[in-house]
């Protein structure tokens, strides 16, 4: 029986889709009209009362499941349903590269936390990397890798590529000398690796993405040619008519599943950039600042210049994440994104701020232009006010919130998720402000720092080096005996003193002494100065 029938009583000749027959595979037979509701055709293609298809449709963009026998189950392989059944087998396979490249992450989930428990050492070791220094011609050469680093590094939909920062790039792009980039690279030779796993995982388009957008990017060319070429079809914008039109004739929708993976190795590949960007800043460190020698000036601007492409790459590729999660309709990695955006132009900012604070007090104008310093810092924390609102704003929007209870919840995920995270980068600006203000440092003076600040002043004997009573070291020249009193350049506390008595909140910096001591100084001939 079909349809309460008997086969003989079905007109095999009617074009009517209620009495035409389709025999499946397994052995079962339908009618046209009941497998094509079983099927959904009318999802797929316009069709008219006699069941007779008229144009494509852009199909459902929800996952669909292979179509099967309403009898046994067996699948549907009839030709009349095919864009159904390679729609649906397609949700399979992109369902497939999604569980790869989330087995890959995870994978990687103990290596990433490896990785952030070594970075502390790996400060340290980067201080003390033999220091390689080598001529150079210009200012220009850093213009010309910047050009160069810009042209190898900027695709639109990809992270920043692991050959700008293993060990050929430390040379080839950046411009350090081989024995130092061979150093580095050791030092840091797991974080890297790492990096470029996630890299690959960020990278990765399955088959029937790629698939897809070359039929977009073929038929579209197609569409805008024949629009340009039928008078009729004329019109002032035909993108967005031509995009509509191909959708129809593709009959698949974007494929979003694996972007979710795609996007968490983007995150992840900044997240690991911040450590290398904080062993690239210990070493930046180490360095010393108070050498006016011209290599030793270019070395520590070369580190200082890689250190910022690295913080600049994580702000380009958090913009490349943001824009890949808006197209995929994914609200919630697009707040992850714009956040770990805040964070990365904290760190570029921070980087600058500390740099500029250096060139000043070698300079002697830090109080000069600290003001200017700090005013700085309160406008970019503002900005960064500003963007938290705008980020916390367009993802409530984003949501669909049927009640109070679902905009609490949407609001305890971002405050979770993305808040807190954002909240810390604000409480740094301040940490920022104090630092400039009050003085210190982000990490300790190392040794060759205060070495080269004795052998530049050049005193043949001890005692001339103090501290205010908030630890400041300033110094005393000519015989090293206090004659006048002032205040503390970094914190505005009184030093000095008079008639060679010093003021008794000020004590000696043993620490500075001794290194003079070391490097010839001889003790003081003044009473005064003896116990230096």
Excluded at 353 to 379: C, M, P, S, T, Y
Excluded at 478 to 500: K, L, Q, V
Excluded at 501 to 509: E, G, I
């Amino acid at each position: 029986m079909i349809m309460q029938r008997t086969l003989a009583e079905i007109d095999l000749d009617s074009d009517d889709i209620s009495e035409r027959l389709i025999t499946l595979e397994c052995g079962h037979i339908f009618t046209v009209e009941t497998l094509d509701g079983h099927c959904h055709v009318g999802d797929y293609y316009e069709v008219d009362i006699l069941g007779r298809f008229l144009a494509p449709k852009a199909p459902p963009v929800n996952y669909q499941t292979p179509p099967t026998c309403p009898t046994c189950r067996g699948p549907i392989s009839a030709l009349r349903y095919g864009r159904v059944t390679k729609r649906a087998n397609l949700d399979i396979l992109e369902q497939n590269v999604a569980s790869n490249m989330s087995k890959l992450l995870e994978e990687l989930s103990p290596a990433i936390i490896t990785i952030s428990d070594q970075v502390q050492g790996w400060e340290e070791s980067a201080k003390k990397l033999k220091v390689e220094l080598q001529t150079f011609k210009d200012a220009a050469e850093f213009d010309e890798l910047d050009a160069k680093r810009s042209q190898r590094s900027d695709k639109p939909d990809e992270p920043l590529s692991v050959n700008m920062i293993d060990q050929n790039a430390m040379k080839s792009h950046h411009g350090f000398a081989l024995t130092e980039a061979r150093e580095w690279g050791a030092l840091v030779k797991e974080l890297v690796r790492t990096y470029g796993k996630l890299v690959v995982i960020a990278k990765t388009r399955s088959a029937h993405v790629r698939a897809y957008e070359a039929a977009l990017t073929t038929l579209y060319n197609l569409e805008l040619k024949e629009m340009a070429e039928d008078p009729a079809r004329a019109t002032d914008r035909p993108e967005p008519i031509a995009i509509e039109a191909v959708k129809k004739k593709i009959g698949q929708p974007p494929h979003k599943a694996d972007r979710r993976y795609q996007l968490e190795a983007f995150l992840l590949s900044v997240e690991v950039r911040f450590m290398l960007g904080q062993v690239a800043r210990a070493r930046v460190d180490s360095l010393t600042v108070t050498s006016d020698e011209p290599k030793a000036l270019h070395h520590r601007q070369l580190w200082s210049s890689f250190t910022d492409y690295v913080y600049e790459s994580c702000i380009s590729d958090c913009n490349k994440a943001i824009g890949i999660a808006d197209k995929s309709s994914a609200s919630r990695q697009t707040a992850r994104a714009a956040t770990l955006k805040l964070k990365a132009e904290f760190e570029s900012f921070r980087f600058f701020i500390i740099n500029r604070r250096f060139e000043l007090f070698k300079a002697g104008e830090l109080l000069v232009h600290q003001k200017n310093l700090l005013d700085d810092i309160k406008a970019q924390k503002t900005e960064a006010v500003q963007f938290l609102r705008k980020i916390e704003l367009s993802y409530l929007r984003s949501r669909p919130s049927k009640g109070l209870k679902d905009l609490m919840d949407e609001r305890a995920w971002f405050d979770d998720n993305c808040g807190k995270k954002s909240q810390r980068v604000l409480e740094a600006y301040d940490e920022l402000s104090d630092y400039i203000t009050k003085g210190g440092l982000y990490q300790p003076m190392t040794l060759q720092e205060r070495e080269e600040i004795v052998k530049a002043f050049g005193f043949s004997h001890r005692g001339h080096f103090y501290n205010c009573e908030n630890g400041h070291t300033f110094v005393i020249t000519e015989c090293g005996g206090a004659m006048e009193t002032a205040t503390c350049p970094e914190c505005r506390a009184p030093i000095g003193g008079s008639n060679h008595s010093l003021t008794s909140s000020n004590s000696r910096a043993t620490e500075f002494e001794d290194i003079a001591g070391r490097q010839g100084a001889q003790n003081s001939p003044w009473a005064w100065a003896r116990e230096a």
